[in-house]
C-alpha cells in the first residue's frame, strides 16, 4: 500500500514572525490527528526553513532519535554534551537523545537555510545521549537504535534506484522530481509504503531523495 502526501498537505507551523517557517508531515506540537501519529519508527518528518539569524533557542528532547539533513545553507548546533558544529549540505546529523539532552538550532549565516528533521522512536528508552556528524554522506546510514536505515538517492535525470524490501518505506524527496509506482512525486511531496517490494525510484528530473527502511 502506497499513500502519497503532497508538500501543500503538510501542516503548517513554527514562527513564521520570527523568521521560522515548519511543514509538519505527522501530528506535532498543536496539530494533532490521531490517525497521523506516526509511521513505522518515524514520529516527526518536518521540513525547516530558518531566515539568517533566526533558530530554535535551547529546548529539552528525551526518548528520541533525532536526524537532520540539510538542503541548502549551515545549521549551527549546539548541545549539552558539549557538541557545537555547523552542519551543511550533505551531511547527516545525529542526536541520540537517550534519557535528556538540550541542543540549540540556529542559522548563523547570511542565506536562507532549510533542513529536514526527523524524529524516530528508540527500540529502548534511558541511556545516555550521545551525537554523530557525518560528513558528505553517501548511501546509507544504519540506525539500529530504531531499527531503522536511513537511505539517500542523489539520481540524475532517467536514473532509477531500486528501493528494499520492507514492512515500511518512507521517501521524502528533498529537491527535483522522481517517479514512484505511476506516482510522480516532486520536491517535499512523500511516499508512506507498506510491506514494500520490488519498487524503484526513477528520477524525471534530476533529484535527491530520502528513504527510511524499517523492518526487514
Same mark, same amino acid.
Given at each position: 500500500m502506497i499513500r502519497i502526501q503532497r508538500a501543500g498537505d503538510r501542516y503548517p507551523g513554527g514562527d513564521p514572525e520570527a523568521g521560522v517557517e515548519t511543514r509538519h508531515a505527522l501530528s506535532f506540537g498543536p496539530y494533532y490527528d490521531p490517525d497521523n501519529l506516526r509511521f513505522g519508527p518515524l514520529l516527526a518528518v518536518?521540513?525547516?526553513?530558518?531566515?539568517?539569524?533566526?533558530?530554535?533557542?535551547? $529546548?529539552?528532547?528525551?526518548? +528520541?532519535?533525532? #536526524?537532520?539533513? #540539510?538542503?541548502?545553507?549551515?545549521? +549551527? $548546533?549546539?548541545? +549539552?554534551?558539549?557538541h557545537e558544529t555547523v552542519v551543511r549540505p550533505g551531511d547527516l546529523q545525529h542526536l541520540s537523545a537517550a534519557a535528556g539532552v538540550r541542543h540549540v538550532e540556529r542559522n548563523a549565516g547570511d542565506a536562507p537555510l532549510a533542513f529536514v528533521q526527523m524524529w524516530l522512536a528508540?527500540?529502548?528508552?534511558?541511556?545516555?545521549?550521545?551525537?554523530?556528524? #557525518?560528513?558528505?554522506l553517501a548511501g546509507r546510514y544504519e540506525l539500529p537504535a530504531a531499527d531503522a536505515v536511513l537511505h539517500v538517492h542523489r539520481l540524475a535525470p532517467g536514473e532509477e534506484a531500486g528501493l528494499p524490501r520492507a514492512r515500511t518505506l518512507y521517501v521524502h524527496v528533498t529537491r527535483g522530481t522522481v517517479a514512484l509506482a505511476g506516482e510522480e512525486l516532486a520536491s517535499g511531496d512523500a511516499a508512506r509504503v507498506t510491506d514494500a517490494a520490488g519498487l524503484t525510484l526513477g528520477a524525471t528530473a534530476a533529484a535527491e531523495a530520502l528513504v527510511w527502511e524499517s523492518g526487514a
Open positions: 518536518n521540513e525547516e526553513r530558518l531566515a539568517p539569524g533566526a533558530g530554535f533557542d535551547e $529546548h529539552p528532547h528525551s526518548h +528520541t532519535e533525532i #536526524v537532520t539533513w #540539510v538542503v541548502e545553507g549551515e545549521l +549551527t $548546533h549546539r548541545d +549539552t554534551t558539549g528508540p527500540r529502548e528508552t534511558g541511556g545516555e545521549p550521545s551525537y554523530t556528524l #557525518v560528513r558528505g
